[in-house]
């Protein structure tokens, strides 16, 4: 795996992580020792891995090509969206 690929399979988390990391290092230099602080660290924290569960890619409702072509093959329009994890 070369890093372009890398870096586009894991580009939520490297993101989340920076953004995480920034909005925390200003939040703790600016109110160090104030708990509301930490809790706001907290929250972000939160909202990163609630994101994460928010845009997983759910279970696929086709379970074989034969049942994909079918689908293709019926009259009305399909969207088709293909991922991979590798």
Do not use: C, D, K
Not at 39 to 64: D, H, P, T
Request: charged share 10%; net charge positive.
């Amino acid at each position: 795996m070369n890093l372009p690929q890398l870096l586009n399979q894991n580009s939520y988390w490297l993101a989340t992580l920076s953004l995480v990391a920034i909005a925390s290092l200003i939040v703790l230099l600016r109110f160090r020792r104030s708990r509301l602080a930490w809790s706001a660290v907290a929250l972000l924290v939160a909202l990163a891995l609630f994101g994460s569960f928010l845009f997983r890619i759910g279970v696929s409702e086709i379970e074989s090509v034969a049942q994909f072509e079918q689908i293709l093959a019926a009259p009305q329009p399909v969207v088709v969206e293909f991922y991979s994890n590798h």
